[in-house]
């Protein structure tokens, strides 16, 4: 078996051949303040597989993410600082953050994000949507069941 790893736009890309898996990873998906907008990745990936396919998405666990919220968070990467300032519309179901990373020579980089947060059973809704099937939910990689302290909810789905 041989690997073939291809990076694209989620939201056009299909192969020219449909492929056995296909992987969302990391807070890669939500990045549209609208279902509509964010089903299109999710016909993509359902586009890209061969019937059988298998679909992994990993998210925030939101129900996890409203309990343990923090609005602001340092971290050091190697010489890099990096603040992320965040806020919850509850209203909307959209999480904004501010990333600030400052250099050792003290120059500031600031970039916004926003993305949608899905609860697990709204997130496999939009996955039936668009037509898989044998959803289920995990708390991590190791195919723990997924609860409220799992940080992270991946979530497969099979293309019939």
């Known amino acids: ?26 807070t890669s998906f939500g990045y549209l303040p609208d279902d509509d907008g964010n089903a299109r990745m999710l016909r993509r990936a359902f586009e890209a597989l061969a019937p059988g396919g298998r679909f992994a998405l990993d998210l925030p666990n939101v129900p996890n993410l409203y309990q343990t919220f923090r609005p602001s968070e340092i971290t050091r990467r190697g ?17 904004h953050k501010l990333w600030t990373f400052v250099t050792p020579d003290g120059r500031r980089l600031a970039r916004p994000s926003t993305i949608k947060l899905y609860t697990p059973d709204r997130i496999a809704g939009l996955l039936a949507q668009v037509g898989f099937v044998d ?3 995990h708390g991590g990689v190791d195919g723990a069941p997924l609860d409220l302290a799992s940080p992270r909810c991946i979530v497969v789905g099979r293309r019939p």
């Open 1 to 26: 078996m041989s690997l073939e790893l291809v990076v694209g736009d989620a939201f056009e890309y299909v192969p020219p051949a449909p492929c056995a898996a296909a992987l969302n990873w990391w």
């Open 79 to 95: 010489d890099v600082v990096m603040l992320r300032e965040s806020r919850i519309d509850v209203a909307h179901g959209l999480l």
């Open 135 to 137: 959803i289920a939910h």
